[in-house]
């Protein structure tokens, strides 16, 4: 914000910065209400005397002055004196809450020692993302939800897996303590029963200790909507809607109440902005996910051009431009779900600039696949068109998964537990999840994979169902399914870069067996090119001939179905192959495999 002037001619405000802002000097106070009549800051520093500190009035609206007796961890509200009466709020910039309906509390940005810990995100190609939930990722005996601490306990878990990076769902403050964080009642305040500023800046000193990246989710297509002080903020609405912070029209409407911010209103624009760069500015986290874009750019969702808000769009577009030139390594995600290409193409030629997005072509397709009980019923044509989607020629322009907080829940559950019914320790449910955590680990792509997921976790997402660590033992062989899968994506022992590439080729597509061969690639050659085969049916076949790409021997470096990973596993097709000479599938080499039921078999060379 530009410098402004006090209606005191003899004090010059050099103090930037909107809520509660530390200087050596104090605590400068600024707030936007264009429509109070007078503004007052009262709190501990002031004993909540409601007439001691009056704001000086500023221009558009705004309201500022330094408190020299206030400090860091002082708690505070601002008093609006409006034609509709005395209003009571919390800052719509506190950093800290004592809780949603509680006080602010003054936190300086600045107080935190990160350590000098130097940390780049890894390239795209390199991204393998764990999603987690902190309030059910690891909740510790006696306590009531987890925190950003307690997820630290479990970095090493992650690294050891593989995962480098993480993406937290939203930490925002929300009401009461137990939430998907999807109902931000304070924006820029880290949830306190999460462990507050200082908690998330743990968390992301820690996880970039261990070589892990942090993408935070964020709610802009709406706010609230319960405990929500940005309601009706300075008094001032129209039709009964939210006032200055929100849409008061028809535009004010989306699926989670009548709470969407005003896009076209300056400081409202500001405020987003402010929100979405001080986590990669203050949090050094390295990339934002942002949750339901459609809710953005039109009112419905609807693609009605009638319904397109293009002051959410345009938003959205200085966002991500800013991103892009202030933090060039960060990534941004958008959560569209309409697979348009505008989403994540430049600004510059007329996309949201997101960097990639999560692709429903993938996710829908291959769950389907997987979940489907009869193998006839199956199509291996959807399959490949889900494995080769991409949007604008690149392949890292999406994140594919096939399980989210999203779709496992809300009337659906985990892949296992859509195969068989309260019954995920099942030879179907555990061999078909594996084919999925294959296709997305193998696919071209940023892959994701939800919490729990490796642990065979049962039922579906819900807030108040943490993770049952004691599986890690139990499923020990399932989750090195997983770690082994994960460390050939990242390339670990330098034999499988072509998985990191953007190069795939389907060889073969045989709907009646209902098996794809695949061939991924970045330049090609041993050490280089991968071929990777799914059967998807509960047959076993043996001297099933494929083309391959390159004569010689090809090394077996995965196979689903070994019995390293469940003792009910056939541990069949686990050999190395030899090339022959013959014209398969438009090569002129093949190899013959035995390929095992519901499983992936990954090969590549040496030389």
Partial sequence: MENLQTENPATEQHFEGMGATCYPEGVFYRVWAPHAEKVFVIGSFNDWNETANPLNQEENGHWGALIENSKEGDEYKFLLQTPAGALHRNDPYALKMTNSAGNCVVYNQQSFDWQNVSFQIPSWHEIVIYELHVGTFHVKEGEHVGTLYTAIEKLGYLKDMGFNAVELMPC???????????????????????????????????????????????????????????????????????????????????????????????????????????WLRDYQVDGLRMD????????????????????????????????????????????????????????????????????????????????????????????????????????????????????????????????????????????????????????????????????????????????????LERFSGFANLHKDMIHLRRNWFGVTKGLQGQNAEIIRVDNEKKVIVMHRWAEGGPKDSVMVVYNFSTETFSDY???????????????????????????????????????????????????????????????
């Fill in 172 to 278: 925002s403050e929300f009401p009461g303590d137990k939430s998907w964080g999807y109902n931000p009642a304070n924006p820029f305040a880290i949830e306190s029963d999460y462990g507050g500023p200082d908690g998330l800046k743990a968390f992301v000193k820690a996880a970039h200790e261990a070589g892990i990246a942090v993408i935070l989710d964020v709610v802009y297509n709406h706010f609230g909507p319960s405990d929500l002080d940005l309601w009706q903020f300075d008094g001032w609405s129209e039709n009964d809607g939210g006032g200055i912070y929100f849409y008061n029209d028809w535009k004010a409407e989306t699926p989670w109440g009548s709470t969407r911010p005003d896009y076209g209103r300056g400081e409202v624009r500001q405020y987003i902005h402010d929100n979405a760069m001080m």
């Fill in 545 to 607: 001939k494929i083309g391959f790409p390159r004569p010689g021997k090809w090394h077996i470096r995965f196979n689903s179905d070994s019995e390293h990973y469940d003792a009910e596993f056939s541990n069949q097709g686990s050999g190395d192959v030899e090339t022959a000479d013959g014209d398969f599938d438009g090569k002129s080499v093949y190899a013959s495999l035995e390929i095992p039921p519901y499983s992936a078999l990954i090969f590549s060379q040496e030389d």
């Fill in 292 to 471: 339901m874009v459609p809710y953005i750019r039109n009112v419905k969702a609807d693609g009605n051009p009638g319904n397109d808000l293009q002051e959410g769009i345009s938003l959205m577009q200085w966002i991500n431009k800013d991103i892009t030139e202030q933090f060039p390594n960060s990534i941004t995600i958008a959560e569209d779900m309409h697979s348009l290409d505008f989403i994540t193409n430049d600004v510059e030629n007329g996309g949201l600039g997101y960097g990639s997005q999560w692709d429903a072509e993938f996710v829908h397709t291959v769950r389907d696949a997987i979940i489907t009980a009869n193998d006839q019923d199956r199509d291996m044509n959807k399959v490949v068109d889900a494995i080769m989607y991409r949007y604008n020629t690149d392949s890292f322009q999406r994140i594919i998964y096939t399980e989210s907080h999203d779709e496992i829940a809300n009337g659906q559950a985990r892949v296992a537990e859509e195969i068989a019914d309260g019954d995920v320790d099942n030879w179907y449910s555990k061999k078909r999840a594996a084919l999925g955590v294959a296709l997305v680990l193998t696919s071209p792509g940023i892959p994701m994979i939800f919490q729990g997921q490796p642990l065979l976790e049962d039922k579906w997402f819900s807030d108040s169902d943490p993770i049952d660590w004691s599986r």
